[in-house]
């Protein structure tokens, strides 16, 4: 069965760091792009970041570029977020995700499985 | 980037009712979208993709049409487990982008 566990959530006061963690199971882990996205309290989803396979290739939206960073360590089957100088209104869940290619060399990317996703909170 | 407008935003129905909810991209998106489900304090389940493929697992009651730049997801036979709110998404380009969602109440 496919499994993806987030970790590392939290409350972090505004300016602070936070690297987010998300093991997968129950599959070849290095053969996904994966991604993370996120959903601030009462509103829809927000992607976030995709990362390659093999982690040569990564996007993000562009309000979040400079400030996150998505990462992978295929040997420990795991994703990462790391979020710095974090806002309020970065305040949501955050959800791993695996994703499928639905094009050969998967430049279009579907989402399939997700994992139950971990609060991060940022106040002060 | 590329802005995906849902319709209805909510709607209630009964048990047994058949509904749809409309998605509209901003741009033609080819056929790169997707249809998720959300049911409160719950991560959201992958229904559909590439317009009208169910994900594994996902009963045929979901029905997803369309291309370009309209989608429609039809539900056949309201069940309770089918309550909850509905959110579209396209992978077409970067940034990927859901709709705004359609939560499907009880009437």
């Known amino acids: 069965e496919v499994q993806l566990v987030e970790f590392g959530g939290g409350l972090v006061q505004p300016g602070g760091s936070l690297r987010l963690s998300c093991v997968g199971s129950?599959?070849?882990?290095?053969?996904?792009?994966m991604t993370w996205v996120r959903q601030a309290p009462g509103k829809g989803p927000e992607w976030v970041a995709n990362i390659k396979h093999d982690g040569s290739e990564k996007y993000y939206v562009d309000s979040l570029k400079g400030r996150f960073t998505i990462s992978r360590d295929n040997a420990q089957n795991s994703l990462y977020l790391q979020m710095n100088s974090l806002r309020v209104e970065d305040t949501a869940v955050y959800y791993c995700?695996?994703?499928?290619?639905?094009?050969?060399?998967?430049?279009?990317?579907?989402?399939?499985?997700w994992g139950q996703g971990t609060l991060v909170t940022v106040s002060s | 980037d590329i802005q995906m407008t849902q319709s209805p935003s909510s709607l209630s129905a009964s048990v047994g009712d058949r509904v749809t909810i409309t998605c509209r991209a901003s741009q033609d998106i080819g056929n790169f979208l997707g249809w998720f489900q959300q049911k409160p304090g719950k991560a959201p389940k992958s229904l559909i993709y590439a317009v009208s493929t169910l994900q594994a697992g996902v009963p045929s009651k979901f029905r997803g049409s369309g291309s370009g730049t309209d989608f429609t997801l039809t539900i056949s036979s309201l069940r309770p487990e089918d309550f909850a709110t509905y959110y579209c998404?396209?992978?077409?380009?970067?940034?990927?982008?859901f709709g705004g969602g359609t939560k499907v109440e009880v009437k």
């Open positions: 129950g599959f070849t882990f290095s053969n996904y792009w």
């Open positions: 995700a695996r994703l499928y290619c639905d094009t050969p060399l998967c430049q279009k990317v579907y989402f399939q499985q």
């Open positions: 998404q396209q992978y077409y380009n970067y940034p990927l982008t």
